[in-house]
Structure formats: C-alpha cells, structure tokens
C-alpha cells in the first residue's frame, strides 16, 4: 500500500522505530549511536506536509482500528499522525470538552480544582493527543481516563487536543534558584538537566515533550513517582523511567515544588512569596 511505504520511510526519519507490526523490523538509530530522532522532528511539526487528508485519516483509522483489536503498538509519529493532530479544531474541541464532561476534573478552562488532575491547558497539542491515545489502547493506565477515552473518536482527540493548547496555562511558582538538577543534571548519573528536553526551544522539537512549568503539584509528583516505579511505561525509548528511577523520592518532590503552580491551598499569599 502507498501509504504503508510513505510511513515506513516517515517512521525512519522521525524514529517510530520500536512499534510492533511490520516496523518492529527496523532497528532503533538511537541504540546505533544516530542524533535522537526527536529532534529531527524540528521542521516537521511546522511545515505544511504535501499529505493529503485522505491519508492523513487512513492512518489514523488504520492506527486505532489496531488499538481497537487489541494490537497495541507505540503511537505512530509519522508525518501523517502530525498533520492530522495539527488539523484539530480548537472551537470544536471546547465543545467536546464540555459535552465529553472533561471540565469536571479539569476546569473550565484546562485547570482543574484539585491538585490531583493535571492541568491540560497551554499543553502541547501533539504530547495531549499522544496521551490521550496511550489511554486507548492502554498503554497509559487510569481508570477514570481509559473509560473517558474509550468513547473518543481521533477528531474529538485532535480537537480537543487543539483547544488544550489554545489555553492559558497556569504560573508556575516564583523561585530565586533552580535546582542543579533541573539546570545541569548530574553527569555521575548519567543523568540529563530537565532543561535540556523540557524548554521552550527542544519542546518544539520535540513534539511528545510537554511542558512541566506550572502544573499541578501533587499530580507532577505522583506521575513521577509513577515513572520510577514502572506505573507509567508510556514514554517513548522509556526516556522518563530511565530519569526517574535515578531520582530520590526528596529529588521528586523539590523537583515538583519547582516546576508546579502554587497550591491551590495558599492561593492567597499573592504578593510577598519570597522563597
Ligand atoms: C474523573 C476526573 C477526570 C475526568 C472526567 C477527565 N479526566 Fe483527564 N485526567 C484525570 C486524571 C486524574 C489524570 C491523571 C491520570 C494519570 O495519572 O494517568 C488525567 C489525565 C489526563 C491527560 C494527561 C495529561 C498529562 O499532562 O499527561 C489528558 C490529556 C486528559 N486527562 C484529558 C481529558 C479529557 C479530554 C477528558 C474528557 C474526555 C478528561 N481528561 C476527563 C482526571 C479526569
Ligand atoms: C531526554 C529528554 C527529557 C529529559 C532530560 C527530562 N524529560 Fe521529562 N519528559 C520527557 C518526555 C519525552 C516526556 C513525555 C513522556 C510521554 O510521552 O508520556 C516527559 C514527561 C515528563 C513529565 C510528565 C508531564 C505530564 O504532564 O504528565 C514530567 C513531570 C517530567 N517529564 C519531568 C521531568 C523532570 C523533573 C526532569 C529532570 C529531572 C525531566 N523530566 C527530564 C523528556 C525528558
């Protein structure tokens, strides 16, 4: 099929290279010592792809007919994939998020109440999309969401995915210093600076890096509590498990209070937090 050999040539370039089926066969370039696909994906999230809509849906029927056959596989970061999540409607998606009851756990508008639901607003449309479609063929667990998912279609994903995205996102907490972690990493554990994948700069690369800055702290820090205890698989190359596993749950938790809004318990002491 045309469109089977324009993604598997798609998935070299980008890096959907650990996705079962016929690409399970192509080897991974990051374990050859090749540059790390994600950055390569830099222009292609901003150029106008020559892909037509009737591919672009092919793929993304042919993607969740698979999920829902229970033929897991990683989310297909073709060109394809890009140009549908890039085709979601923001009004459409404000719509589907008030019909699908999203806004009852997280807002109105993409913050919720408590500090257990993530904050969904201003996030990247591509790292929504892929998550929401991680709930559907579970490679994301939650029950709450999978039941939530379970009835989406790719349209009202990619929409709301959009409309996500068109949101203010919530501050994130004022601080004088930034942990070294965040900043440098600790290169005697091999471990990367925060900075170097979550920025303004490499998130863009990086379509399926989300932004960390001003999300709701206990959810921050149960999701990475999540990654290093293996609740959480659902990140590509297990880029997030690898980090998270060499962190100390006190690591975690400064790293949370850095990054996160305010609580939504001291949301009145606005003016003279000095710390
Ligand atoms: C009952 C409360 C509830 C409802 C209703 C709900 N969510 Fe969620 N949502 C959550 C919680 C809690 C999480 C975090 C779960 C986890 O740890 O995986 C989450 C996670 C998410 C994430 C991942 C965010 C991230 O930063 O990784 C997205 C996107 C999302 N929800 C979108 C939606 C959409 C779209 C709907 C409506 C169709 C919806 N949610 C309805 C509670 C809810
Ligand atoms: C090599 C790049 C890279 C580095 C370095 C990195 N991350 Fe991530 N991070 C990612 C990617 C990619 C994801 C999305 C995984 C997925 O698809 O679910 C992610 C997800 C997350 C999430 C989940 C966000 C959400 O809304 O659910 C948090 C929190 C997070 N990272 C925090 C950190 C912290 C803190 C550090 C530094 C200790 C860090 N990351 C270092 C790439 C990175």
Redesign the pocket.
């Known amino acids: 099929m045309k469109y089977l050999k324009y993604a598997v040539i798609a998935s070299l370039l980008i890096g959907n290279v650990e996705a079962a089926g016929p690409m399970g066969m192509i080897p991974n370039p990051m374990k050859m010592g090749m540059p790390d696909p994600?950055n390569m994906m830099h222009d292609l999230m901003n150029r106008t792809f020559d892909v037509n809509d009737a591919d672009s849906q092919l793929m993304m029927d042919e993607a969740m007919k698979m999920a829902e056959q229970g033929n897991v596989m990683e989310f297909p970061w073709t060109r394809y994939a890009i140009a549908y999540v890039n085709s979601g409607d923001p009004a459409a998606g404000a719509k589907a998020h008030k019909k699908l009851k999203c806004h009852k756990c997280h807002g109105n508008e993409g913050i919720g109440e408590d500090d257990d639901s993530?904050s969904v607003a201003g996030?990247i449309s591509a790292?929504t999309f892929?998550?929401l479609y991680?709930y559907k063929v579970g490679l994301?667990k939650d029950k709450d969401m999978q039941k939530k998912v379970r009835k989406m279609t790719a349209k009202q994903m990619a929409d709301v995915s959009a409309y996500y995205a068109s949101l203010q996102r919530e501050e994130k907490i004022k601080s004088d210093t930034i942990p070294h972690?965040?900043k440098n990493g600790d290169r005697s554990r091999f471990?990367?600076?925060?900075e170097?994948?979550?920025n303004e700069k490499s998130m863009k690369r990086?379509l399926?890096?989300?932004i960390?800055e001003g999300?709701k702290i206990g959810y921050?820090t149960d999701?990475?509590m999540a990654f290093k205890e293996g609740d959480r698989e659902?990140?590509?190359y297990r880029?997030?498990a690898k980090?998270a596993g060499k962190?100390s749950d006190e690591e975690i938790e400064a790293?949370a209070e850095y990054?996160a809004a305010k609580p939504a318990d001291d949301e009145d002491e606005d003016e003279d937090d000095d710390d």
């Open positions: 994600m993530p996030q790292y892929k998550q991680d994301r972690l965040a471990l990367f600076a925060c170097k994948c979550h990086g399926q890096t989300p960390i999300q921050m999701t990475m659902n990140d590509h880029v997030m980090i962190l790293l990054y």
